[in-house]
């Protein structure tokens, strides 16, 4: 479907004084080219310069069949015939014919000029490229200037080649004579200081693609893409750069191709509507070969199908054959502002080609897509696309359609595009057809910026043409008569079967569908005319879009049109952001403004972006009273915009006196909005109209809402006599308690926040604070690093229920409902991180089943239990304002983390602590060295700040010690400090493997120190505990080796005799 909207994209129009009737016209460079009706001429004009003045003219060596423009390069490339031969010729430096130098240089491609033809001054070139079959057609590419040749059954790549005029000479003055130098450097030095930087344009001939099934018509080329189109069908083709050497496939045998067609020459070929995208193309019958003939290129080319399109002749339309063929093949290419400097490659490139009733736009890059299909009101006889307008001609009428190619270089550029942050129009979006302008005898259209150039004649039907009639007519009878009479020979009468008699009373069976050629106008003709028209900016249209709204927002603020139209100014205005970043990127491009465009360049962009916004509010007020279908666009439609929360509302309150309510768009927004972490707080009377919107359209909403932190204005009475209201219909619920109870605390009755709280259990209150969150926490504004903050009801919880608080924290945590770190932030602001953050933590530890969070906790609280020891004096700042909500015992019984205390860490528990917190982090900390969780390596450093001196210290450094596996060691230091805790750590620790220790490290220790102490009782009760250990342990020969032969052996020999029944029993 195309809408048809009544928007002028025409601003003015002015007719080119050309002395002689144009035959072929195209433009680029900001000039445009005439050539003469069977001349051998090309004139250039300014398009730039109002009246578009004469720039120059300069002969071509033969007739000018066709002509095409290059802006890289700034070149020519024409068709020429003489003397019924056909030439490829390309015209370089054309510009300096204006100032009347009439020296021309002929050369052959990559024969560079030598002689004085090198350094005598700049001059037009005309560069031969000579070719082993007729060319047919030829296309430049518009982002490297590259080459491309169609012939009947190849195609040619050439790439253009520049060389500095200055190196050049200086290769030839080092291949001549000294004589001959000094003349030539006299000859240089006469020419100006600008014309030794000048490049010199050659081209090498690079790729050639065998085509056996196609003949190209006309052929497009635009960075490695390669379209070709023949009458019914277009190929697109893509030649990527390797490093690989490609084999060159068997080119088809072109003589067995034609014999083929020889033989089917009595049968009429209809071929079937196809269209292959991606490399489904190579399916289409068309087979392709490339063969690299590049000298210099490092690389080889690879070939790949892209696209391809055969069409079927819609014989039932009751149209000719003339009338169902292709034209109008175009490669574009779009680049967008977050793309390097350079611009080696666009970012899209689109391929558009049309049938005189419909016309095809694809994109190519990421993906081959049909983006648009346009059903044209008449015969167009060709068409141009530019960035934001598709521009047709007929014969009586130059019309504009809108195009889709900013919606995809959007979606390219901004990758939050269709979410809930951004939007625009899609790809798919209908096109539009706008106002059209009428002329007399429409032949040609180019399109040079926003200057649409025309050519016109209104000649008569040409002796040619009656002739062409003639034979076609004679041709159809002839057909007519040869099929009735086969028809006949089978037994069946044509005349009795109205099926057949009407097939064979149809035009349309030429067995050949020739392609008829440009018809030359006669010399009898009734005029000529040149015309150039100005197209407005795309933000002049915009603006037009957006008066002619207004007519659909009077009357229908919900049509689609409306819509439709809204979102077609948007395209405009991106393509004109397009165009705006273009320009830094190009700044010698100068921007062309309309009336009532932006024409400050410094402001350019501001005034663009301005519009997007009240374009993107328009579009959201429309989707905001759409359908529920696409309401959800009025979200990011509505962020675009920039307006605030009032300001949306605003706009979408009902209109008095009306019985529509509040649209599914508008409240899609709201509750996003709501729900999403937002920095801006509502008005009181704000906040309370959103707590009436939502009352009387989803009144289940309202316990988000309330938690809203937008809503921190809202009144309290009147919001809590809502929830009541709310809860005697719905019944009550937890979540819902809970925000009245936050209410109530808003209120200052204390009272009634305390029975509302104490309504539900614990765990439910838990399950009520996992549904909604934001109870307890809001996120902050984005310049405070996106922490989060307690609210009101949390401060309270914290002074009258910690317990409920740390639970709901830690719920919260394992529910991913907050981050730890967004936690302890909580806890910091509620100047609890010393109390409610380690109980949080030691819950948390209880709860996570998070090796890395496991990990993380136990060092926190290993540190905060040895800072709590270490700071015992400074008691303020580091020991917790009251009692843990845990205690050891119950960590131990409840936590697997947490380790029963080992029963020698008895003996060196200090007989009198400071205070009881000093006690319990002693505690905690040794129960987490006895637990299998804690890393001991990394708790090392820190318990280098707890001197081993107390008793209860070196408990810690033994147990770190111990854990290290370093039982020797820990023996000597237990000996040496206390001795009477010996027994029980041995009993505790060397047991199963470590069980060999007690007769190889402890026994002689103790023997060691005994006879050095004689009279310590401690020691000598430990040694008599060991023995009774040793002798259960070992056989009388191994016990036998223990004693010592110092003459102590009476003292053993109890219980070597211990050991001797011990074995006899066994």
Known sequence: MVHVYNCHPFSSQQIVQVEREPGLTCCGGGALFVVATGGCKVEAYNLEVEGCPFICRFSTMGT???????????????????????????????????????????????????????????QMEIIEIPLSERPIAVACCPVTGDLLVGCENTLVLFTLKTQNRLNLENQILQSIRPSTQQNCSQSQG??????????????????ILYLSKITPKQVALCDSYVAVQAELEVLVLKLDVTSESQTLEDPVDTKKTADYLEDQGDFLLVPRHQELLGDRAKDGGIPVSIENTGLEDGG??????????????????????????????????????????????????????????????????????????????????????TDHLLHVITKSALQCFTVRCAALAARIEDPYIDTTMKACPPCSLEVCALRMQLFIGLRSVCVYGRHVVLLSTADAEAPEETERNTQRRGLELKEHSVLAGIFQAVGIDPATTPALESLLSRPLLSRRWTMSSPKEPSSAGHGWNLYVVDTVSPFTLYQEMVEYSQRYAETNPQAQSLRHLLSEAHLLLRAALLHASDQQHNPAESLQTGPGGPADKTTERQVLEEALRKNCAQLGDSFSRGSQRDCHLALPYYRMSGLSLTEVMSRNRPFPGSSSSYGPGFLFFLKHYLLEETEQSLSQEAADEVIDIFSQSEHLMLVSVCASPCMINVSPARTLQILQNLEDSVGISVSLTITMAAMMLHLGDLQQYTQLMERHAEMLLVYGFIEEPRLLMFAGCADQRGHVY??????????????????????????????????????????????????????????????????????????????????????????????????????????????????????????????????????????????????????????????????????????????????????EKLLDRCPQAIIAYANHQLQDKNMSLWWQKLLPELCNRTRASSDNSILLAALKETLVVVAM??????????????????????????????????
């Open 64 to 122: 000018v069949r066709s002509i095409q423009y290059s802006k890289i390069g700034d070149y020519l490339v024409t068709i020429e015939e003489k003397n019924n031969a056909t030439y490829l010729r390309a015209y370089t430096n054309w510009r300096y014919q204006a100032e009347e130098k009439a020296r021309v240089g002929v050369r052959l491609l990559g024969h560079l000029l030598g002689g004085a033809s090198a350094w005598g001054g700049v």
């Open 190 to 207: 006469r020419s100006s200081g600008s014309n030794q930087n000048l490049s010199i344009l050659d081209f090498e001939r690079s790729v």
């Open 300 to 385: 080889r080319y690879e070939l790949s199908y892209v696209l391809f399109r055969r069409f079927s002749p819609e014989f039932f339309q009751g149209c000719s054959v003339d009338e169902t063929q292709l034209h109008s093949l175009q490669l574009y290419p779009l680049f967008i502002s977050n793309q390097s400097l350079s611009l080696d490659e666009p970012a899209c490139v689109f391929c558009f080609f049309s049938l005189p009733t419909t016309g095809y736009l694809y994109s190519l890059k990421g993906g081959v897509e049909l983006l648009s299909a346009y059903q044209y009101p008449e015969k167009v006889l060709e068409a141009v696309l």
């Open 790 to 971: 307690p609210t009101a009801l949390t401060r309270q919880m914290a002074n009258s229920q910690p317990g409920l608080l740390v639970a709901a924290m830690v719920a919260l945590h394992e529910n991913s409902k907050v981050k730890l770190e967004e936690a302890d932030h909580i806890f910091k602001e509620l100047n609890c991180e010393n109390s409610l953050q380690v109980d949080f933590w030691e819950a948390t530890l209880m709860a996570s089943s998070n090796d890395a969070v496991i990990q993380e906790l136990l060092f926190r609280l290993a540190s905060v239990y040895i800072d709590r020891l270490t700071n015992t004096k400074s008691e303020t700042h580091t020991a917790p304002k009251r009692k843990s909500l845990k205690s050891v015992d119950d960590l131990i019984s409840s936590c697997s983390h947490y380790g029963a205390l080992y029963p020698w860490l008895i003996l060196l528990s200090p007989t009198h602590t400071t205070s009881s917190q000093h006690l319990e982090a002693l505690h905690k900390l040794q129960s987490l060295l006895c637990g299998p969780s804690l890393s001991v390596g990394s708790v090392v450093p820190l318990l280098e700040r707890l001197s081993d001196e107390t008793l209860w210290g070196f408990s810690l450094h033994l147990l770190c010690a111990t854990r290290k596996g370093q039982y020797d060691n820990s023996i």
């Open 1033 to 1066: 342990e070992m056989s009388p020969a191994e016990f036998l080796e223990l004693i010592p032969d110092d003459g102590t052996a009476s003292y053993f020999l109890p219980h070597l005799l211990t050991c001797s029944q011990r074995q006899l029993l066994a």
